[in-house]
């Protein structure tokens, strides 16, 4: 009976030592054990938030917890941003941001947060092309009759945004500067209203996205001009880009990243990259995508460091455009 106890109390404390040395190792097996939010700049019902929520309910399966869509709306994605970079390094908070995130250091003088410092990279997702629109009954009929429209008419013409630091509100910026109209901008809270404004015929022209244009162009709603992509869509075959039709050059892709506070664990990151690969092969997910026009980013991509550089070189290329358009949201 004593050998018996002498061998417990040399046990006992083996045992703990064991169980501490394994306790990483269990609780990384264990991630995630308990729902995860991920943080969407723009309202819901809009693009962002419509990819933000195909993805999460594909990576829900895999993951086996929810993926709660959050909406964290306001000043141009800044505040997702920044209540992101605030919130606990733990694997359980991330963000979707599209171009938003390149290019408000520049537009906001007084910044809360370092996109290239205060963040975690997780991945790319997609790119979506854009599309020039009018509103249904603008008596131009094509691109040629369009710039030949606002040569003649100038400020009488509105081109509307989805407010100050919106990808809308960029390709409106370098719209103007490759065509020299001097048309007149109006922004609005998202690009719901801004949509909506168009439809009823307030304003006269948009720059968005397939995700959010596509649906009014099949069904007749509003004048199609070009898309702003490098070559023509798949689903838009018989659309020619503005590049095309004379504007050389001329691209603007909204791509979308995804970022976790700073000091996130490696393992949440790379179980949430992973769970992200995945549901980016989903048939599902796929179908929804093509529908709307987006496009999967390359493998290289699909990878922190691909985001990290990507997010660096884009900063860089938008700050002297936004300079020279001498507009800041601040």
Known sequence: MMKYHVLARICAPLAAVLAALSAPAALAQ??????????????????????????????????????????????????????????????????????????????????????????????QVIDVPMTLIGRKDLPAKDFTELRAYLQANGDKV??????????????????????????????????????????????????????????HIKAGAVKLYGVTAAARLKTLPDTPTLAEQGLKGFEVVVWHGIYAPKGTPKEAIDKFGAALKTALKDPAVLKTLNELGAVVVPESKLSPAGLQTWLASETARYAPVIKAAGQFAD
């Open 30 to 123: 264990a991630y995630p054990s308990k729902p995860i939010t991920l943080v969407v700049p723009f309202a819901a019902g809009g693009p962002t938030d419509v990819v933000a929520r195909t993805l999460g309910a594909a990576m829900t399966r895999t993951l086996n917890q929810t993926v709660i869509v959050e909406n964290k709306t306001g000043a141009g994605g800044t505040i997702a941003a920044a209540h992101t970079a605030r919130a606990p390094a733990d694997g359980y908070t991330f963000l979707i941001h599209h171009n938003g995130m390149a290019t408000a250091p520049a537009l906001y003088r007084k910044l809360q947060y370092n996109p290239l410092t205060d963040f975690e990279y997780v991945s």
């Open 158 to 215: 509105n081109l509307a945004h989805a407010g100050l630091g919106a990808v809308s509100h960029l390709c409106g910026v370098l719209f103007r500067q490759a065509t020299g109209a001097s048309v007149t901008t109006v922004p609005y809270q998202g690009t719901g209203p801004a949509m909506n404004a168009l439809l009823g015929g307030q304003v006269d022209l948009l720059c968005d996205q397939t995700t959010s244009t596509t649906q």
